[in-house]
Each structure stands twice: as structure tokens, then as C-alpha cells.
């Protein structure tokens, strides 16, 4: 007798009960659904939704029934032409992966069903929403309710345990506050705001090389002060995220060249706006290139290569390319982990990925395409690099416990609570606790998303899309996000790279205490911080 069955046989009869319960609950909720799909029709949806919501959630249970309103009213108008590319993309069949178990799929290609639904359900009036998606139902696809109620579930475990760690953060914070010493940073510079340099920037294309392509032509902005007060000029390198640009860190980029850094921000063009367009436009097979795993590293130690060789000529010999700051996002902070020392944990990878895990982690759709690259031991490490900041991290499975621990500089990690591509619960928090440099920070800003400025990544791809409920945060939290990071970047770069003493101050809980007097919305933790946070989490 299988495992499942001695499970089930075991089960007390309070807990069959309850599982006969459940099951009798969804069945009655499908129907229940499917009967309603008419009103829909008729544009009858706050009834669907209020009625929907009652049965499975209760009348009491006035939160979640909000919430579960929202879910189902919202839609997508997207063009089908487009869904389709993306589908047909390695990652996007990895959706269909992570998608075909809320369905039972009475066919032997059953990504290839679910890939014609999606399309179909995008050429629907109504857009993709749960109701266009029971319209699609048919003798050979049915819902799994079982699948979609447990799924919920794990994702209203995920905002409760999102909610503890805030709160556990927030604890912690308070408590690192309590051991340093009073700081009045009102009468100190504001690092929220512009440097004394004004600011020049200019894009660039270089030629470069190593032993992995042999020629490669790159594009780069730079943002620098238009005079340089200093002997020495420190270098911070900038990476973007997948299907994103440079652009995106400008803002950055220019508030630490007001403070006198010559900022490098990369275009990877394996990874970028521009390919993922393409992709979208048929131009291109798949979300990113493969060997961006690769050559995004290699890239940053080509660039390298190439501001040493120009420092006479264009610097007067006054770039220190020897100790260099890395910030990166999303994918870009992945390129930082592998310049700072991580390492591949192929086999914990494997675990995660084969079959991809259930919990809502987005980020396992990238982190598992790395499966394919060929099992050695890459050696991309650069010892030019000497602090790393990086916002929305993900490497949980890629690099595991032991694969962080390889990291050997100093660290700040920016973490959102309202991450869903890489929650907060399976990424950032994760590899905080695993770092084992002897400087490393978490700060968290709750409210902050992955991709803050929704409307402005769909325009920049030409994804063709409208919806009801626009995933973007409003315009003035995130100016504040934006202030907090560029107070936080600076403070961290003129510590650990222009060795500014004063700077340490504000790497502290008393600086995001000061920084959150009129929002509560910011904490920062420290490497003293990371075994009692294991313990109150474990």
C-alpha cells in the first residue's frame, strides 16, 4: 500500500468529516459558479462576486471577502497573438507547468491544451478572468477545485506569514534601536537628496572581450559629476533586471553621481526591454537568452577590464577600478551575488524545479532555466567588486544556503513586502539569514512591489494589455521608496568604498526610524539581528 493510501486510511473520522466537507464545498462552489456565469454575462458581476465570495468565505469574514472580490472581478484584455509567443516560450510552458494542475485535462498534450485555453480566453470580450475561464470549460478540461482552494489557501499563508515577518522585523528593528546611540540626523546632510555635483551623463558604446565570446559590442550610460573634486573617483556599476533597461535605476544613478561616483549602468542585451519586445513580436523564441546566467557577470568584469584601460586616457587615472560597487535589481542582483562569490547549487535546484514547486514564487519560472546550462563549476567571482546593493533579490534555490554563504563583501538587501514575482517569505528573508559576510543589512519597505511602475514596463515592451485592477503603486509612495533607497545606496557606497566614517551612522535602525517618523513603513536590520530572526521564524 502506497504512502497516500496509508494517509488516508489513518485519518480520524473528524478529519474525514472534514475532508468529505471540503470537497462537497467546491463541488457546490463549481456549480455554483458555472450557474452564475450568466449573470456575468450580463454584466451582472458585483452580484456574482458578492454571492461567490459569501458561500466559500462566510458573511463574517468581511476582509477576505473584499479581497476575494477584487480577484474575481478582475480581468485582462491582452492580445491573443502575444499570449500565444509567451506560451510557446521555455518559461511560459514552465507556467503551464506550474498552471495544468488547477485543471483535469482529459488529453495527452496537456500543456498544448492549456496554451489554446489561454488564447482563446484572451480573445474573449470579457478578457482573462475566472468567469472567461469557466466559459472554456468542456468535457475535456474541468477545474480541479481541490487544486485552485488549496492554492488559495497557500497564498492567504503567504500574506499571514508576509505579515509576520513585518512584524518581526519591525520588533527587531526597534530592538537594534534601543543599543545605539542617539543621533539627531536633522542636523546632518539630508542623503535623500541630490549631492553637490551637478551631473553628466552620455551613452556609450564599447567593444569588449573575454574568453567566453570574443567580440561584443555593449551599450552603456554613464552618469558622472561634471567636475570631480576627489583624487580618486569610485566606480558603481549598475544591472537591470530581466525585460528591463537601464532606465529603470536612473534615478539612482544620477543621485550617487551628485555624490561624486562615476556610475556604469549596463544594457544586457540578452535580458533586456528590447528582447523581451521582440519576443512579444515574434522576432525572438524565448524570454531571455540562456547564457545571460553567464555572461551578465562576465559582462560587468569586460566593462571592468575596459574602464581600466581607459583611466589614463579618459581619467586622468583617477578611477579606483580596484574597489567597486555593484547595485542591481531582480535579475541584476543575481549578477551581483555572482560577481561577489555565489555559487551554483545545481542539485537544490533540481529538487525545487523537477516538478516546479507549488508555492507562489514566481521567481522559480527564471531560477529554473538555469537547469539547462551545462553542470560545472563557473568561476565568475571579481574581486573589484567590494560592496554589493541589491533591491528585489532572488537565489533561494539557484544558490541555496551554502551557495549565499559564498558571498564575501559587504551586503544591503531592499525587500517589499508587496513582492509577488519574489516574495519576501522565499527569497529576500531567506538569503539574508544564509549571508555570513561580516557586514550585511535587510532593509524592508512595506508597500513596495517588484515592479513599482506596471504601466510604464508594459509600454516599454509594447505588451498590448488593460485591466481593472492596474498592480502599480500611486506616484507618491513611490517618490518615498525612491528616497529611502537613494539615502540608503549612498550612506552604504560612502562607507564601504569612499571609507567615509560619518557615513555609519546612517546604517542603522536610527536612521530608518528617522526616515519613517511620518510614513512607519521602513525598517533596517543588521548582521546582528540575523540569528535571533532564525529563531523567532523557525
Known amino acids: 500500500m502506497n504512502t497516500k493510501s496509508k494517509k488516508i486510511k489513518n485519518r480520524s473520522p473528524t478529519e474525514e468529516k472534514t475532508v468529505k466537507k471540503e470537497k462537497k464545498t467546491n463541488k457546490v462552489l463549481l456549480r455554483f459558479l458555472r450557474y452564475l456565469s450568466k449573470f456575468f454575462k450580463n454584466k451582472q458581476i458585483p452580484y456574482v462576486t458578492n454571492k461567490t465570495c459569501e458561500i466559500y468565505l462566510g458573511e463574517k469574514n468581511h476582509i477576505y471577502q473584499n479581497k476575494c472580490r477584487q480577484l474575481l472581478q478582475t480581468n485582462f484584455q491582452l492580445n491573443h497573438l502575444q499570449v500565444n509567443r509567451f506560451f510557446e516560450t521555455s518559461i ?49 478540461v474541468d477545474l480541479d477545485m481541490e487544486k485552485i482552494m488549496s492554492t488559495m489557501t497557500d497564498v492567504q499563508k503567504l500574506v499571514k506569514d508576509t505579515e509576520i515577518i513585518l512584524n518581526t522585523i519591525q520588533e527587531l528593528s526597534e530592538a537594534e534601536l534601543t543599543n545605539q546611540p542617539t543621533q539627531d540626523f536633522a542636523t546632518l546632510p539630508d542623503l535623500r537628496f541630490p549631492g553637490n555635483f551637478e551631473v553628466k551623463e552620455s551613452q556609450v558604446q564599447w567593444e569588449i572581450y573575454n574568453q567566453y565570446f570574443q567580440k561584443a559590442i555593449v551599450e552603456i550610460l554613464l552618469y558622472q559629476p561634471a567636475s570631480f573634486a576627489e583624487e580618486t573617483i569610485p ?65 560587468v568584469s569586460s566593462i571592468l577590464d575596459e574602464l581600466e584601460k581607459q583611466n589614463q586616457t579618459k581619467w586622468a587615472g583617477r578611477l579606483d577600478t580596484n574597489h567597486v560597487g555593484f547595485m542591481g535589481t531582480s535579475f541584476g542582483a543575481y549578477t551581483g551575488f555572482m560577481l561577489a562569490g555565489a555559487k551554483f547549487d545545481f542539485n537544490k535546484l533540481e529538487t525545487a524545479c523537477e516538478p516546479l514547486t507549488e508555492n507562489p514564487n514566481m521567481s522559480m519560472l527564471l531560477q529554473c532555466e538555469a537547469l539547462k546550462l551545462p553542470r560545472q563549476s563557473y568561476q565568475l567571482k571579481d574581486d573589484r567588486i567590494q560592496a554589493l546593493f541589491c533591491l528585489d533579490s532572488f ?60 504601466d510604464f514596463f508594459t509600454r516599454s515592451i509594447n505588451l498590448q494589455w488593460k485591466t481593472n485592477q492596474v498592480p502599480s503603486i500611486k506616484i507618491e509612495k513611490r517618490n518615498t521608496f525612491e528616497n529611502y533607497i537613494q539615502a540608503f545606496s549612498t550612506a552604504f557606497f560612502n562607507f564601504y568604498l569612499k571609507n567615509t566614517e560619518s557615513a555609519q551612522s546612517y546604517l542603522s535602525s536610527n536612521y530608518a526610524h528617522f526616515l519613517n517618523q511620518n510614513s512607519n513603513n521602513l525598517w533596517l536590520i543588521s548582521r546582528t539581528s540575523r540569528e535571533l530572526l532564525t529563531a523567532k521564524l523557525s
Open 395 to 454: 537565489g533561494s534555490e539557484i544558490f541555496g544556503e551554502q551557495g549565499t554563504k559564498s558571498i564575501s563583501v559587504p551586503t544591503m538587501l531592499v525587500a517589499g513586502s508587496h513582492d509577488f514575482i519574489a516574495p519576501l517569505v522565499f527569497e529576500q528573508i531567506r538569503l539574508f539569514q544564509w549571508l555570513t559576510t561580516a557586514q550585511h543589512y535587510l532593509v524592508l519597505i512595506e508597500g513596495k512591489s517588484h515592479i513599482p511602475d506596471f
Open 235 to 299: 566606480v558603481i556599476i549598475q544591472s537591470h533586471g530581466l525585460g528591463s533597461s537601464p532606465e529603470i535605476l536612473s534615478s539612482y544613478a544620477r543621485h550617487l553621481a551628485s555624490y561624486g561616483y562615476l556610475v556604469v549602468a549596463i544594457k544586457h542585451l540578452g535580458s533586456n526591454t528590447e528582447y523581451l519586445e521582440k519576443m512579444l513580436s515574434g522576432k525572438a523564441l524565448e524570454v531571455f537568452e540562456l547564457s545571460e546566467f553567464i555572461d551578465r557577470p562576465l559582462m
Open 92 to 140: 511560459g510552458n514552465s507556467l503551464l507547468d506550474w498552471l495544468k494542475r488547477f485543471f483535469r485535462i482529459d488529453h495527452p498534450d496537456k500543456n498544448q491544451t492549456l496554451r489554446k485555453m489561454m488564447v482563446e480566453m484572451a480573445k474573449n470580450r470579457y478578457g482573462v478572468s475566472l468567469f472567461s475561464l469557466l466559459e472554456q470549460v468542456s468535457p475535456e
